[in-house]
């Protein structure tokens, strides 16, 4: 399965700990061989956002990824907002001039007991949205 680290903000952690949000939206998504579905899904590592004294900086969780839907944010999707618990006015900023945004979807979140450092992932710096992650050498 490969394995990716998003970067989200804290009170954005805090609905999918709460099983409240279920697609993360994001205007890329990665490039795979085969398509992320069922029998194709990938590993989500959530790296939570450290700014203006919220957020803990750390690995607090991960998900499981089995679909990655493509959408245009200027057309209203009610059920889509809900999931992903965005205004619509936001998700259509978001995308700016773009034609597409992507919504990840959120399924088997696990918190973890104790927080992990980017590094315990083989990652050194935070990445700007998301980023493949790099096998450990054993």
């Keep these: 399965m490969n394995e990716y680290i998003m970067v989200i903000k804290p009170e954005w952690v805090e609905r999918i700990e709460a099983r409240e949000k279920t697609l993360e939206i994001r205007r890329t998504k990665p ?71 992507f919504a990840w979807e959120i399924s088997r979140y696990t918190k973890l007991a104790v927080p992990l450092p980017l590094e315990a992932v083989g990652c050194y710096v935070a990445p700007q949205s998301w980023c493949k992650r790099r096998r450990m050498p054993e």
């Design 31 to 101: 490039k795979t061989e085969r398509p992320i579905a069922d029998e194709n899904p990938i590993k989500v590592w959530v790296y939570e956002s450290k700014a203006a004294g919220r957020g803990r900086g750390k690995i607090v969780g991960h998900f499981v990824c089995r679909k990655i839907r493509r959408f245009d944010a200027r057309r209203d999707d009610l059920e889509l907002r809900r999931a992903a618990r965005v205004p619509w006015h936001e998700m259509k900023e978001y995308q700016g001039d773009r034609s597409h945004l």
